[in-house]
């Protein structure tokens, strides 16, 4: 009796275990989704700039996603303006984003497109939840 006790304990903590195991990296991931910072941002290019500017942002979000604290740097074109952009960029936190405006590459970005952007709109975000496939 004894021994059918010792041994159906032992079942449940391995299933317990088990159970554990498989909630913990489902926790891990909503914690690092919940530390991503995003800069979204909107610009409006002036018309005879578009294809300068075009290859400054590429040139910058290239070398972007290079840095240690940035994990993505999307640069989006509406669809129905070819001089409106959105940058989706996700960093680590926000040092890290402070961190990527000193870099030489962006400081060169910004110095180049200066007279290239008619309009910026910067959101910074909070991730409230990732959902990618």
């Known amino acids: ?31 690092q989704s919940a530390g991503m910072f995003v800069n979204a941002v909107d610009l409006d290019i002036v018309p005879a700039e578009r294809e300068k500017f075009l290859a400054a942002i590429t040139e910058n979000g290239t070398a972007s996603v290079k840095e240690p604290g940035c994990r993505r740097f999307d640069i989006l074109n509406l669809a129905s303006d070819p001089n409106h952009f959105f940058l989706y960029e996700i960093y680590d936190n ?16 910004a110095a180049t497109t200066a007279n290239m952007v008619a309009k910026r709109e910067a959101r910074p975000m909070s991730v409230v939840a990732s959902n990618a496939r």
Not at 18 to 23: A, D, S
Not at 97 to 105: Q, S, V
């Open 1 to 31: 009796m004894l021994k059918s006790i010792s041994i159906a304990a032992g079942a449940l903590a391995l299933c317990m275990a088990g159970t554990v195991m498989m909630v913990l990296p489902s926790q891990h991931a909503a914690a």
């Open 94 to 109: 926000e040092a890290a984003l402070k961190a990527h405006r000193e870099t030489p590459h962006f400081k060169k970005y």
